[in-house]
């Protein structure tokens, strides 16, 4: 049964072709932008269209042990992107959890590294945006992060540590901030406790997640002060210190939310219409029961089912 599971988690993006299985967007090139233990690439798709010249930069999932940027299923949310004015730039990074055993608040450092190397790998990304802006003919001022699964954690972490001036944050210029993100089923990695931003404020965020999310916790896990912090957890400290967010909850929905990156499509451009273009100072909590989702069947997986 364990495998059943493992192999529906791993396949489950696979559901995002279903929506556009005719995309033909091909990448206008693909740029290596750091060395590690092998090369790490970016696909770059610029809109023909793009007069205020945005830049989406797309994490994959797949549980930081599978994936890739230019997995087909992913290419017909890259197109609508396009369609729409963004350009879209979709990253390599490390899968530090690959051969994982017994994840948990015990054995906790193999997810630490992981997310911590894939951290790194968007930072270090941004950095090569920043320092080939005229040479892309893009805008660092207006690049926006957006991440599914472990995606999301990666783009939410990589705000975290960017916002704290962590060793990680530091890979990029003092003063620099995103101009949003967008996460589909995230969370983030604390050693201090609450999720708190000490240096500068995040950058407005949209938050997606289902209320029975347990691969990717809606709520926590912790051990003292060292902990897996959800959505949840994570918006209360928004409204606390008057930060922009968008929080949509999807009532007795798991992990499914992590594919509805077309699904939602609509909310992540009104999201970035009023947060981003026009700058208003929303925070806005939706909670959407809707029996006519299909509940699928890895949504109700857990991190025991893959690691």
């Known amino acids: 049964m364990q495998a059943i599971i493992k192999t529906l988690v791993l396949s489950c993006f696979a559901i995002i072709a279903t929506l556009c299985s005719n995309a033909q967007i091909k990448p206008t090139a693909t740029y290596e932008f750091a060395k590690r233990d092998s090369s790490l690439y970016f696909d770059f798709y610029k809109s023909a269209h793009s007069a205020d010249n945005y830049t989406v930069v797309f994490v994959f999932g797949g549980g930081f042990i599978s994936g890739a940027r230019n997995e087909g299923y992913y290419l017909p949310y890259y197109e609508r992107l396009v369609d729409s004015s963004f350009n879209v730039v979709a ?15 015990v054995n906790r450092k193999p ?43 990666t783009v939410l972490q990589a705000d975290y540590e960017l916002c704290n001036r962590t060793k990680l ?4 210029p003092e003063g620099f901030r995103y101009a949003g993100v967008m996460s589909f089923a ?22 997606l997640h289902g209320t029975a999310d347990r691969l990717v916790t809606y709520k926590q896990i912790k051990l003292f002060n060292i902990g897996f912090i959800g959505s949840s957890k994570i918006v209360p400290q928004f409204k606390k210190k008057d930060y922009p967010y ?21 909310k992540s451009m009104w999201f970035i219409d009023n947060y981003i273009v026009r700058g ?21 997986a857990k991190p025991s089912d893959l690691y």
């Not at 990253?91 to 608040?105: H, Q, T, V, W």
């Not at 944050?169 to 990029?172: F, K, R, S």
């Not at 968008?246 to 609509?266: K, M, Q, T, W």
């Open 246 to 266: 968008y929080f949509v909850r999807y009532e007795d929905l798991g992990h499914e939310v992590a594919v509805r990156i077309l699904y939602d499509f609509d």
């Open 169 to 172: 944050g530091q890979i990029l």
């Open 91 to 105: 990253i390599d990074y490390r899968l530090g959890l690959k051969g994982a055993k017994n994840i948990g608040p």
């Open 280 to 300: 208003a100072k929303i925070k806005r909590d939706d909670l959407i029961n809707d029996p006519t989702i299909e509940r699928l069947k890895f949504g109700s």
């Open 111 to 153: 997810l630490e590294d992981a997310i911590a190397m894939a951290a790194e790998d968007l930072l270090t990304a941004t950095k090569y945006l920043i320092d080939h802006e005229k040479e892309l003919q893009i805008d660092s001022r207006k690049i926006i992060l957006a991440g599914s699964s472990a995606g999301a954690i």
């Open 186 to 207: 995230g969370a983030i990695y604390s050693k201090k406790g609450k999720v708190k931003y000490r240096c500068q404020p995040p950058a407005p965020t949209m938050f």
